[in-house]
Nanobody, 116 residues
Framework: QVHLIESGGGSVQAGGSLRLTCSAS????????MAWYRQVPGKDRAFVAA????????YYADSVKGRFTISRDNPKNTVYLQMNSLKSEDTAVYYC?????????WGQGTQVTVSS
């Protein structure tokens, strides 16, 4: 059974930082690309960042470029999202995603709230 468990969310003031962690089990982690998405009430889930299985490629939404950094530790089956210079518009539930071919898995989400 696949489990993606996010942690590290919380409340922070604008300009602050948070680091999200996603711990995976039940998959061959080093063979999966990993990503972070976020969702606010009433809107579709939106792409935030992704990292290839070898960590040699990363991708970011324009809205977070230069502020967020995605990384992974394959021996620990973990992916991270370092979020700096947070803005109120970064407030959302953040979801971890694992993909390989046509297989997609999601975590349960962690709330990030940024107050101005």
């Amino acid at each position: 059974q696949v489990h993606l468990i996010e942690s590290g969310g919380g409340s922070v003031q604008a300009g602050g930082s948070l680091r999200l962690t996603c711990s995976a089990s039940g998959i061959a982690f080093s063979r999966y690309g990993m990503a972070w998405y976020r969702q606010v009430p009433g809107k579709d889930r939106a792409f935030v960042a992704a990292i290839s299985w070898k960590a040699d490629r990363t991708y970011y939404a324009d809205s977070v470029k230069g502020r967020f950094t995605i990384s992974r530790d394959n021996p620990k089956n973990t992916v991270y999202l370092q979020m700096n210079s947070l803005k109120s518009e970064d407030t959302a539930v953040y979801y971890c995603n694992a993909w390989s071919g046509f297989k997609f898995y999601w975590g349960q989400g962690t709330q990030v709230t940024v107050s101005s």
